[in-house]
Nanobody
Framework: QWQLVESGGGLVQPGGSLRLSCAAS????????IAWFRQAPGKEREGVSC????????DHTGSVKGRFTISRDNAKSTVYLQMNNLKPEDTGVYYC???????????????????WGQGTQVTVSS
């Protein structure tokens, strides 16, 4: 059974940093793109960052470019989201997700993803 488990969320002050982790099990992560999404209170879920299976293609939504870094460690079946210079508008529940089909690149389109984690809360507040 495909499973994703996020961790690393918490409360941080503006300008601070957090590193989220997404641990995959039940399938071989090496073959699949993976993405991070977030949902702020009262807003729709949005794509944040994604990385292709090879690691050669990465995409970020505009508001996090230059602040967030996505990386993957296939040996550990884990994907990371390093978030620096956090802002209050980064607050939300962060989810990782994978498609169950192989794709050459990755996308921030929610409909392309089939398996989701339970989410981890990130709160940026002073």
């Amino acid at each position: 059974q495909w499973q994703l488990v996020e961790s690393g969320g918490g409360l941080v002050q503006p300008g601070g940093s957090l590193r989220l982790s997404c641990a995959a099990s039940g399938f071989t992560l090496d073959y699949y793109a993976i993405a991070w999404f977030r949902q702020a209170p009262g807003k729709e879920r949005e794509g944040v960052s994604c990385v292709s299976a090879s690691g050669n293609f990465i995409d970020h939504t505009g508001s996090v470019k230059g602040r967030f870094t996505i990386s993957r460690d296939n040996a550990k079946s884990t994907v990371y989201l390093q978030m620096n210079n956090l802002k209050p508008e980064d607050t939300g529940v962060y989810y990782c997700a994978v498609p169950q089909v192989r794709m050459a690149m990755c996308t921030l389109t929610e409909l392309q993803y089939d398996v989701w984690g339970q989410g981890t809360q990130v709160t940026v507040s002073s």
